[in-house]
């Protein structure tokens, strides 16, 4: 499962460059993706909206095993 979660988090990146930030996946446990906000995404104050509503939304429409997505320092 880690690699589909790479593989889609690798088609959401680029819209992320686009505004200057970055994502980096961390890690997958039961479900729950962490990802590490980068450049402009890590002090916007958007990024969860982002998070939740990009990020997650994708990852679990893609993956079904996705529960949620957690952003970590």
């Known amino acids: 499962m880690r690699e589909k979660v790479e593989e889609a988090i ?19 446990q039961e479900g729950v993706v962490t990802v590490r906000l ?16 990009g ?5 679990k429409k893609e993956i079904p095993e996705v529960v949620s997505v957690e952003s970590v320092p």
């Not at 990020?55 to 990852?59: D, N, Y």
């Open 55 to 59: 990020i997650e939304k994708i990852l």
């Open 10 to 28: 690798n088609k959401i990146r680029p819209m992320l460059q686009a505004d200057g930030g970055d994502v980096e996946f961390v890690d997958i």
């Open 38 to 53: 980068q450049g402009a995404c890590a002090g916007c104050p958007m990024s969860q909206m982002t998070l939740k509503n």
